[in-house]
């Protein structure tokens, strides 16, 4: 996973040539320790063309998407991880309207969705998630995200999320922190620092 190293535009685009390609990422790393079914815990399971999984015990189906930042996103899920990748590497803050004309989207879609990736991102690390944790990789070069007030660093990096849903399953808080690899140590270290002991963590692991 070399290649989301640092902030390079044409690597990532590279990466993500399609819809196809982000699911595929996202449900990679969301079953990378294997299947285990959020209705009855059960571990076998179908995969589907488009990366979702069926629970091979109560048929329960859940895509790569779900509970992450790209669910249902009207204008495609690629679409949604460039907005993501420029929002996060990008120094100066991005406007509404400079996103809608990269991103031949309306500039209240534009406008809805960033609000949406920031109010995940503004989370403090003071608050460790109790609730609904959900570790979700998305990894971009760049700058520290999910830490208010802090300094932004530009040296490359691989970013790994934690994202506490509300009940509904809506993004309530994200946090971010540098890894240098995905072993289970690294990811160890997520939880240490921000996810307390009696939350309910539904991931990979
Ligand atoms: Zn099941």
């Known amino acids: ?24 990422y996202l449900a990679h790393f969301k079953w990378s320790e294997g299947f285990k079914c959020t209705k009855c815990n059960h571990t076998g399971c179908q995969i589907r063309g488009n990366h979702s999984r069926t629970c091979n015990k109560c048929s329960h189906t859940e ?18 991880f460039f907005i993501c990748f420029e929002m996060s590497t990008t120094t100066k803050s991005l406007s509404a309207s400079h996103i809608s004309v990269r991103f031949g989207i309306t500039e209240k879609t534009a406008r809805l969705f960033m609000h949406k990736v920031r109010e995940a ?7 460790p998630i109790d609730g609904n944790g959900h570790i979700d990789e998305f990894v971009v070069g760049g700058k520290e995200t999910g830490a208010v007030g802090r300094s932004y660093h530009t040296k490359k990096k691989k970013i790994v999320c934690a994202v506490e849903l509300t009940e509904d399953g809506k993004v309530k808080r994200m946090y971010s922190m540098k890894i240098d690899n995905y072993s289970s140590k690294e990811l160890k270290r997520l939880f240490d620092k921000h996810i307390s002991n009696e939350a309910n ?3 990979d692991k």
């Open 1 to 24: 996973m070399d290649i989301f190293r640092g902030q390079n535009l044409l690597e990532f685009a590279e990466r993500f040539k399609s819809d196809e390609d982000c699911k595929e």
């Open 63 to 80: 895509s790569s998407t779900a509970n992450t930042l790209f669910h249902k996103v009207k204008f495609g899920i690629r679409k949604a």
């Open 121 to 127: 991102m503004k989370s403090s690390e003071s608050y």
């Open 201 to 203: 963590v539904v991931t």
